[in-house]
């Protein structure tokens, strides 16, 4: 089965700065990876999503993510934080994807400090 | 509303009661799924139904834990003699038939039980 691992439980970060949320997956023949974000009080919304192409996969709010099989790697990246990205942060995988439960990752708490 | 909705907002109940949960998804989405986050954790994958049926249940933990979808659209997720360890947030989602892997969230049912 697939699993998810996000190494930092929480990460602060000064405003401005730039920032990297880790995430590894357990290995498989195909795998289909997703960024998902939860601001306070709000449900889980899409940031991003890698399924086949280019390894380098932008998303919204200024976020990219970089595939990495060698390392079984899909670390979240931005350049630039603001106050407003301070939210948990999930990863997750898929081996099918469309309409098959994603497995997620137990999130990073992201705290920006003015 | 366009999004995925979820009722109520927050429950609380005593052990040993029985609990109901709704999800009513975004008008057209075939698939809907059901999962649970505990504090400081990631959703865990419950069940996920693909029209009426249950596609893949696996994820629920025992047979007090049940969820229906009858008519292929509103699900109602049913936990009987509630447990303390139930208290969790339990998220609905739902997606379209293809291969893009996003789910949509609601914004979840904070289960508390006493």
């Known amino acids: 089965a697939q699993s998810v691992t996000q190494l930092d439980s929480q990460v602060p970060v000064f405003e401005e700065a730039p920032v990297e949320l880790r995430c590894n997956y357990s290995s498989s023949v195909s795998v289909y990876l997703f960024w998902y974000v939860q601001y306070p009080n709000q449900g889980l919304q899409l940031l991003l999503k890698?399924?086949?192409?280019?390894?380098l996969v932008k998303g919204i709010n200024g976020f990219e993510a970089e595939f990495n099989k060698s390392q079984t790697s899909f670390h979240l990246r931005k350049p630039s934080v603001h106050i407003s990205d301070t939210a948990e942060y999930f990863c997750a995988v898929s081996d099918r994807p469309g309409n098959t439960p994603l497995v997620f990752g137990k999130g990073t708490r992201l705290s920006v400090i003015a | 509303g366009a999004g995925v909705s979820q009722t109520p907002s927050n429950k609380v109940t005593e052990k040993g009661k029985y609990v109901e949960l709704r999800c009513d998804p975004i008008s057209g989405h075939t698939a809907l799924y059901w999962y649970r986050q505990s504090l400081g954790q990631g959703p865990e994958f419950l069940i996920y139904f693909q029209g009426t049926g249950a596609a893949d249940d696996s994820g629920l933990p025992n047979d007090r834990f049940f969820a229906v979808r009858p008519e292929g659209s509103v699900s109602t997720l049913k936990i009987q003699r509630t447990e303390r360890g139930d208290s969790a947030v339990y998220l609905c989602a739902s997606s379209l038939f293809t291969s893009s892997g996003e789910l949509f969230f609601g914004e979840g049912s904070r289960l508390t039980v006493l």
């Open positions: 890698y399924l086949s192409g280019s390894t």
